[in-house]
């Protein structure tokens, strides 16, 4: 496609609930990069995967937390077991990959736990 | 400790007027972002820099790496340009992860 598809745009759920969330890159990018933005924070990153190279998930808070990209495409971010603290909205962005490229983010998803 | 601070963090501005919007940070980079979140929280990339100054449109973005300070400016603002200013920077001793400011919150009245 011609931007970074996320989906869903909303997720309200249940507090211990598991959850998927869904990236789609523009095609070609190499780069794969998932942020957290909390209610009046600043984007907190979770997870950064670069082409076949293992993911660098130095990002994500907990170990409910967990990341796949199948064949360097489509990205799942899952939460397993959500607390109300993961209510956020979740962004995903992708790149060609190097430092003199930059880069392009989806429009989110809003987690809300209940 | 935040690597990347801007300033300031909430401008109010008449329609028309010249903006400065500042971003300072404490590590070595490969590259600085400019990033423009709107209300409904889409984020587009503006510019991105690694020496100089860059122009589109009425943004004009500059950086000056040896006293790690960068500034977006916006001329002859309008309603439109609200929104929330991001500046983020891609330290040069990883490839992975990008510090991030926590925003300018922008608003230009009519």
């Known amino acids: 496609g011609a931007g970074v598809s996320q989906s869903p745009s909303n997720k309200v759920t249940e507090k211990g609930k598991d959850v998927e969330l869904r990236c789609d890159p523009i095609s070609g990018h190499t780069a794969l990069y998932w942020y957290r933005q909390s209610l009046g924070q600043g984007l907190e990153f979770l997870i950064y995967?670069?082409?076949?190279?293992?993911?660098?998930k130095s990002g994500l808070p907990s170990d409910r937390f967990s990341a796949e990209r199948t064949g360097g495409s489509v990205s799942t971010l899952t939460i397993q077991r959500t607390q109300q603290e993961d209510s956020a909205v979740y962004l995903c962005?992708?790149?060609?990959?190097?430092?003199?490229?930059?880069?392009?983010f989806g429009s989110g998803t809003r987690l809300t736990v209940v | 400790k935040n690597e990347v601070e801007q300033s300031p963090q909430n401008l109010t501005a008449q329609e028309g007027e010249f903006i400065t919007i500042n971003c300072s940070y404490s590590v070595g980079i490969s590259a600085l972002h400019w990033l423009q979140q709107h209300p409904g929280g889409g984020i587009v990339s503006l510019f991105m820099?690694?020496?100089g100054k860059k122009k589109h449109g009425r943004l004009i973005a500059t950086i000056n790496i040896q006293e790690k300070h960068s500034s977006l400016h916006i001329t002859a603002s309008h309603p439109r340009d609200s929104a929330v200013y991001i500046c983020?920077?891609?330290?040069?001793?990883?490839?992975?992860?990008?510090?991030f400011g926590t925003g300018t919150s922008l608003t230009v009245i009519p």
């Open positions: 995967f670069q082409g076949n190279s293992a993911p660098d």
């Open positions: 820099l690694s020496s």
């Open positions: 983020a920077v891609r330290p040069s001793n990883t490839g992975n992860q990008f510090y």
């Open positions: 962005a992708s790149s060609a990959g190097t430092v003199f490229y930059g880069y392009t």
